[in-house]
């Protein structure tokens, strides 16, 4: 009986696939399609487990569909352009494409050893020419739908390279790659309008149901819708008012000064005509536009002399000063300070020694505040001081209500609703991106390019002038050649748009082009029609927020823009978010370098010794940091090409797909990989073993039943996204099937069962398996088994409960028990208990014998 060898068999099965063409994905009306696509890499060199983590799951989920009779797509791309690749090329020399074309050969040959079900036919990067061509196409429809707009912004500058930065670029005030500190100033910018969608966007999560609660949070606060007032604040000296907004207009009587943005119009003017408060105010713009950064900045104000009177008492005057933390672009770009109860607030005036007034106490601890504000719950009752409003005991709710109400019957206030979302700004300078299709003309102003001359190629070192990355700042700036051209309206001679695209926006519309991506316009109108929605979406929790939020709003202008059909203004109709794959870190311990950094060990480069873990070169003892996230400065990364080659592609898989549920870390050990490597040994020995039998008859009904309840279990598991309880009820399969006085007839058929349960997860064991048992054809193409509900009958039942789409517990039950029973007794469960939070489900529905679904 020869041995399973990964290195011989998975490439013949690769080919085989390949042949047959099995993945390429085929528009057929007769059949019902399904849709998984993860999150495409950015072509960094090389794959990490993270990507084989990934990938696999999707795998699983595309292989188990087109079993089930499902038309799949699973395709795969590259998010190519963006910051890393022009850095490489400032660092060493040559240029960004080619540096990103060869890391992208160079990880699909890492990625295609997997056996991933890809079709590789619709693979594209969006820094080729044929995808951000109509991307600069989509840009002009936007244009002219009033999607896209221009003005002057506060970005993050970074002096030394010269460019905008994202906010992620900015860490600790500094510019990522420079550290330099980063300063705020006014450019002109392009803008895509996601805040007009603000209301709609928010409305909407409630309705994805498929998408992890968590994330759906995420979206929520980050698009802040938010209550208040709006009002004004009369000046003494007879300037022109000063508008604020406010959340909280419940706590104007502790106002203690207006503050104002060091960008709004009176600071601005302020600053043109007084050297002193222009100093003040480039101060204030140093660091980030965060509110994150801004809020964690040192306070920084200065009084402006200007007075304002209180709405509510005209000889209460209070002071203006311009404050660093007030962003200009949310609300009015003014606030009244009440320090009593906001910490920010209450720091800036403790250090510039401004008063600080009670509005209302806590009625279990009436103390004033001194170097703590009190915040509390605005649902917690609290005691009011000088009945504003009529106010006595009443919540933060209430007393916003109330106050609302006050200023509106009085004419002084206005209560609206605004939303925390910011415009998209899109506009960056540098090479490596998108170029803006737009031209700047003398006569014409900026007029968007004849989308018969798309695509705006970037221009490449061929001819002209050479472009020199050793430089700061845009390369595109410095390129006359390429700048120049004729205006598309008057042609007249004109002059480029320089600044390119975020990458944000490349990454937000892939989705649709992989539905056509030979198309000569953004989308064909029957691929998308056929494909669209994304049946189920996979990636990182790292992109909760941005990237989906953006992919959102695409959806929708492409939808206005006639790209997308209105069913797709939500592309996303599920979403997983997977955990990492994580590995000890091993820290030397008895040493550091010539810099008094720490010394981090290859795993391949330490050992166990007498229980303790030391370098094996020269027995030096090392510190074992458990469970840490794969690192390249820590020197923790399991290359997937060495464990491929070590143990092949279908240990890898089945590994990270085993060892924990998949929306948690996996952490990768050498023990862990290798029992896995011996439990698909062991697989294939068995099938090896019962292929030299004969057909003898003879059933096992305990096989028989074994058999339809791993199809039954597995089938669930998938289903769930509880692949690491699917994969346990194979190694209770297989138990049975080891066990088992069948007769050869009947082993060879469970174990074909055996193979077909595996596919998805170990697709090349599974087909050798197959094949060695006389499957007819492909595995990869054979239906799905089902289980015979007969078989499957016994006293109690085992359901598994998922709540918002993944399985979180498992209830035992009569198998007759009534609906309305097993429900109660799922509501009563722990993890249910806790997910709900003392509220009501949403919906609960409960398929007999089969599953509880809990929407919370």
Known sequence: MSRYTAADIEPKWQTAWDEAGIFTAQRDPNRPKYYVLEMFPYPSGR????????????????????????????????????????????????????????????????????????DWSREFATCDPEYYGQQQAMFIDFMER???????????????????????????????????????????????????????????????????????????????????????????????????????????????????????PISKALEADNPEVAAKIAEMRKGGTTEEAIETAEKLGYDTGIRVKHPLDPNWELPVWIANFILMDYGTGAI???????????DFCRKYDLPVKDTFLSLDDPKPVENEAFVPPKTEKVKWLDHFAGLDEATGEEAVEATVKFAEDADWGTGVEKFRLRDWGLSRQRYWGCPIPVVHCDDC?????????????????????????????????????????????????????????????DSSWYYARFTSPGATTPTDAEEAAYWMNVDQYIGGIEHAILHLLYSRFFARAMNICGHLPEKAREPFNALFTQGMVTHAIYKN??????????????????????????????????????????SKSKNNVVDPVNIIDAFGADTARWFVLSDSPPERDVEWTASGAEAA????????????????????????????????????????????????????????????????????????????????????????????????????????????????????????????????????????????????????????????????????????????????????
């Open 47 to 118: 794959i990490h487990m993270g990507h084989v983590r990934n990938y696999t799951m999707g795998d699983v989920i595309a292989r188990y569909k087109s079993s089930c009779g499902f038309s799949v797509l699973h395709p795969m791309g590259w998010d190519a352009f963006g910051m890393p690749a022009e850095n490489a090329a400032m660092a060493q020399g040559g240029h960004p494409g080619t540096w990103t074309y060869d890391n992208i050969k160079t990880m699909k040959g890492q990625m295609r050893p997997l056996g991933l079900s890809i």
């Open 146 to 264: 009033g999607l896209v707009y221009r003005k002057n912004a506060t970005v993050n500058w970074d002096p030394v390279d010269m460019t905008v930065l994202a906010n992620e670029q900015v860490i600790d005030g500094c510019g990522w790659r420079s550290g330099a500190p980063v300063e705020r100033r006014d450019l002109t910018q392009w803008f895509f309008k996601i805040s007009d969608y603000s209301g709609e966007l928010l409305d909407a999560l409630d309705g994805l149901d498929n998408w992890p609660e968590k994330v759906r949070t995420m979206q929520a606060n980050w698009i802040g819708r938010s209550q208040g007032l709006q009002f004004s604040f009369e000046r003494t000296d007879g300037g022109e008012s000063i508008e604020v907004y406010t959340t909280r207009p419940d706590t104007l009587l502790g106002a203690s000064f207006v503050g104002i943005s060091p960008d709004h």
């Open 336 to 346: 009244f300070a009440c320090p009593a109860h906001d910490q920010r607030d209450l």
């Open 445 to 505: 102003g900026v007029v968007p390019e004849k989308k018969e001359n798309l695509p705006v190629k970037l221009p490449f070192d061929e001819g002209g002038n050479p472009i020199d990355f050793s430089i700061p700042g845009n390369p595109l700036d410095r390129n006359p050649d390429w700048r120049a051209c004729d205006c598309p309206s008057c042609g007249k001679p004109a002059q480029r748009e320089t600044d390119t695209m975020d990458t944000f926006v």
């Open 589 to 630: 311990a008895e040493r550091t370098d010539e810099n008094g950094r720490a010394i981090y060990h290859y795993p391949e480069d330490v050992e166990e010794r007498d229980g303790v873990m030391v370098v094996k070169e020269t027995g030096e003892k090392v510190k074992v940091i458990p469970s840490a996230k794969m």
């Open 677 to 856: 490597a011996k439990h698909l040994s062991r697989v294939y020995a068995t099938a090896a073993k019962i292929a030299e039998m004969d057909d003898a008859d003879g059933n096992d009904e305990d096989l028989i039943r074994a058999t339809h309840k791993a199809i039954h279990d597995v089938t669930m598991g998938i289903e769930s996204f509880g692949f690491n309880a699917a994969i346990a009820k194979l190694y209770a399969f297989q138990n049975a099937i080891s066990k088992s006085k069948a007769g050869g007839k009947a082993q060879k058929e469970a174990m074909r069962v055996m193979a077909q349960l595996m596919s998805p997860m170990t697709p090349h064991l599974s087909e050798e398996i197959w094949s060695m048992l006389g499957g007819a054809g492909l595995v990869a193409q054979a239906d799905w088994p089902k289980a015979d509900e007969a078989m499957l009958a016994e006293d109690s039942v085992t359901l598994p409960i998922q709540i918002n789409g993944k399985r979180r517990a498992e209830i035992s039950v009569p198998k007759d028990m009534d609906k309305a029973e097993v429900e109660k007794l799922a509501l009563a469960e722990d993890a249910v208990i806790r997910a709900l939070d003392g509220k009501a489900p949403k919906k609960v529905i409960v398929v007999p014998g089969r599953i509880v679904n809990v929407v919370v």
